[in-house]
């Protein structure tokens, strides 16, 4: 079993950037695809982004396009969030989780997730 530990979010004004981090215990951190979701206040956690378990590939939602990257470091075990110009509509609590089924982006098919850490963009 995985456990993941993210840290990294705080305050930032409209603009600024911040990186994410997820700490991966477990030998076979490295075998997994893995997934970033947030959810934001009083709504529903929604699907950020994924990378193939080699960091190889990587998918987004369409809200962070062009302005997130995900990247994974296996030799660490540990995978980062970059998040560029970063908007008042992004603050929400970010996880990390482990992608049980091939290609998915719905957080049923992701477990192991993380406590969560808190980003919150002021305009």
């Known amino acids: 079993q995985v456990q993941l530990v993210e840290s990294g979010g705080g305050l930032v004004q409209a603009g600024g950037s911040l990186r994410l981090s997820c700490a991966a215990s477990?030998?076979?951190?490295?075998?997994?695809?893995m997934g970033w979701f947030r959810q934001p206040p009083g709504k529903e956690r929604e699907f950020v982004a994924t990378?193939?378990?080699?960091?190889?590939?990587?998918y987004y939602a369409d809200s962070v396009k062009g302005r997130f990257t995900f990247s994974r470091d296996n030799a660490k075990n540990t995978m980062y969030l970059q998040m560029n110009s970063l908007k008042p509509e992004d603050t929400a609590v970010y996880y990390c989780?482990?992608?049980?089924?091939?290609?998915?982006?719905?957080?049923?098919?992701?477990?192991?997730w993380g406590q969560g850490t808190q980003v919150t963009v002021s305009s």
């Open positions: 989780a482990v992608r049980r089924r091939i290609a998915a982006i719905s957080p049923r098919d992701f477990d192991s």
């Open positions: 477990g030998r076979t951190f490295s075998s997994y695809d």
């Open positions: 990378i193939t378990w080699n960091g190889g590939s990587t």
